[in-house]
């Protein structure tokens, strides 16, 4: 088994955040300025704080950009285990972590905004250098696939192998989502999964 980017290890060990209003008031700047234009006095404002208090809480931008980046994926981590718990059934639950993966890495606000207005920024690090990224996405989802009864105790199973190719096709959309593959129909995307991902992993003790 590969070992957990220290990042990852952030996202899913870190406690909730004590400083919800600055990450919530940076969040919402860099929506609004994206992130090279916004100050960190903006984001002071719009906590309602002095800049030294802030800069007390993170030494940088930088170190708040990070914090804010923790705070999302700590987010859309709960938000595919709470779905995951709605569905029973391997390939049931397989194809939800499927469809809210890519609709979470795909529909994110920021990344679209970045992507957008300050591709500068974030293409290299989605693109040539998007190495690291791709190891936190597919080391986190081989654990939740690892979880699935059927799947994870068949020997024709591959979970990081698996993991890759959602990890690699949740990138391809963020990056060019317009195609043929469903993002934003969910109920589409579940049957996508079903015609195509199913087909590719499935082994003879899945059902």
């Known amino acids: 088994m590969p070992p957990v980017p220290p990042i990852l290890q952030r996202i899913l060990s870190e406690a909730p955040a004590?400083?919800?209003?600055?990450?919530?008031?940076?969040?919402?700047?860099f929506l609004d300025f994206g992130i090279k234009r916004t100050s960190m006095g903006e984001i002071a404002r719009r906590a309602g704080i002095s800049p030294a208090t802030l800069y007390r809480r993170f030494e940088s931008k930088n170190d708040l950009v990070e914090s804010v980046t923790v705070?999302?994926?700590?987010?859309?981590?709960?938000e595919i285990d709470d779905r995951v718990r709605t569905v029973a059934g391997s390939e049931?639950?397989?194809?939800?972590?499927?469809?809210a993966f890519i609709s979470a890495i795909a529909g994110n606000p920021l990344l679209s905004r970045l992507l957008r207005t300050e591709p500068d920024l974030v293409l290299p690090r989605l693109t040539t250098e998007a190495g690291p990224i791709l190891a936190v996405g597919r080391t986190y989802l081989a654990a939740k696939?690892?979880?699935?009864?059927?799947y994870g105790d068949s020997a024709d199973f591959d979970p990081d192998?698996?993991?890759?190719?959602?990890?690699?096709?949740?990138?391809s959309l963020a990056l060019t989502p317009d195609g043929l593959i469903p993002i934003e129909d969910e109920a589409a995307g579940r049957e996508f999964a079903r015609r195509t991902l199913l087909p590719i992993v499935s082994g003879p003790t899945a059902g």
């Open 71 to 78: 705070r999302e994926a700590q987010r859309f981590v709960a």
């Open 161 to 171: 192998l698996v993991a890759e190719i959602m990890a690699r096709l949740a990138l």
């Open 92 to 99: 049931d639950q397989l194809v939800e972590i499927f469809v």
């Open 18 to 29: 004590d400083s919800v209003k600055v990450l919530d008031s940076a969040l919402s700047a």
């Open 145 to 150: 696939l690892r979880e699935l009864g059927d």
